[in-house]
Structure formats: C-alpha cells, structure tokens
C-alpha cells in the first residue's frame, strides 16, 4: 500500500439498514470529508473496492457480510453476449454527445422521472434537485458527462439517457446511468453500460470500474453479465 493511502483516514458509520439486502444491516467505512483526494489518490481509492457518492469516497464494511463485491471488466478483453450485441444493434441509430455539466432542466426531469418509476423504493426517492446535484457533481475534475440521444418520427433528437463518469489513471468509473424508463424496449441500461466498455477501450484504459456485484441483490446481480468478471476479494482481483 502506497504512503499516501496509508496516510488517509477512514471512519466508520453506526449499522444502519442495508440499502441492497432486506433484514440485514451495513456499516460503511468513509474516507475523512476534510481529506484533500486528487485523481491519484481517488485512482488508488478506487483500486482496493472504494466507491464514490457525491464528495463521499466510502466502501461497505460489514462485518460477517461480505456480499458486496468490486468488480470492474477488462476492456480489452470483453466479449458481448449474444443478447448483448442484438441490444447494440437496436440502439444503432442513438446519437452520444459529451457535455460539460447536467444542471439543466432537461437532465434533471430525466433523473426524477427514472428514480420515480424504476426506484421508488431505494434510497434517493423522492427526488430532490439538492439531492442529484450533490450525488452527480464533480468534486476533482475528474467527471464527464455523456447524453444519448434517440431520433423521433418528427426527425427531432430526444434525450433517452445519461452516463455520469469518472475517469482514474487505470480506467472508467460508472458512477451512475439514469434513462427514459418508457423506451424499455431499447434495454437502454445495457446500452450504455456496452456503451462504456467501448468508449473506456477508445480511450486505452484498461477497466470499467462498475461499483458492487451483489449476487443475491437483483438490481446489482446484473454486472455478472459482463464478462470477463474481475472481482476484488481477500485483496485480490480475481477474473470470474
């Protein structure tokens, strides 16, 4: 472990209900607010299983439950599934365009509705315009935004989603992706995630960081869906 991680320290939050897995309870370990994070140490934050929300870099520390795990996906080496490269076909005609913030209104509406109709029941509903502007914003220069756009039948563009991501020394961050949850036929949440997986490979990194594969959580048991797998366990990447 380099001196500057060694010099970082961390805290831990009382046990609280876990966000992922019902009748458990999580602790999260924290990176201390008042430490100054560079791209180098975030990078390095990121390559022993730490996440970030907002300012916030933290990981779960959960005693005897060690059901979240980091996993990241070698670019270079992915290979899309079958149904994977039918879901690319389909969105061929989306146009990606790189922008400098999400604070307009348009973004915003895409965000409440999605968190409205796809994630009632997690932690960031109801939406709240404080509430996406601390989580998404981007605290060391490090963050670029990406908005997809799909045709209409008028020829106009509609924004259909967004891909908020950091990028570290090794690789791409997928912090969040929010969509048009009624284009459900365009599976537009693979699209994006195939999507970074492509522009990470573009740009010569080497991994798509995707946060915690949680096998028994489905709404995070997908990422096993992308292979190859690297997981993080007993301080060790290991390809799944």
Request: some cysteine.
């Amino acid at each position: 472990m380099t001196a500057s991680l060694r010099d970082v320290k961390v805290y831990t939050t009382y046990p609280h209900k876990c966000s992922y897995l019902e009748d458990r309870e999580a602790i999260t370990l924290f990176v201390d607010p008042k430490h100054t994070v560079d791209k180098t140490l975030y990078s390095s934050l990121s390559g022993i299983g730490f996440r970030r929300s907002g300012s916030h870099i933290y990981r779960p520390h959960c005693g005897s439950c060690t059901a979240c795990i980091p996993a990241r996906v070698p670019v270079e080496s992915f290979a899309p599934s079958r149904a994977q490269r039918r879901v690319k076909k389909r969105n061929q005609d989306i146009i990606v365009e790189e922008s400098l913030d999400i604070s307009d209104e348009a973004a915003y509406e895409l965000y409440a509705s999605y968190i409205t109709l796809r994630h009632a029941d997690g932690d960031m509903y109801p939406p709240s315009r404080e509430q996406y502007e601390s989580f998404l914003n981007n605290p060391w220069d490090c963050t670029r935004y990406y908005r997809f756009y799909a045709p209409t039948h008028s020829g106009e563009k509609q924004l259909v989603a967004i891909v908020v991501a950091d990028f570290l020394e090794d690789g791409q961050s997928a912090i969040y992706t929010f969509f048009d949850p009624h284009q459900a036929k365009r599976s537009l949440g693979t699209y994006t995630l195939l999507w970074q997986v492509e522009n990470a490979r573009n740009l010569e990194l080497d991994y798509l960081y995707l946060g915690y594969w949680i096998r028994d959580c489905q709404k995070m048991a997908y990422k096993a869906d992308y292979r190859p797998l690297e997981i993080r366990v007993n301080n060790r990447w290991t390809a799944i």
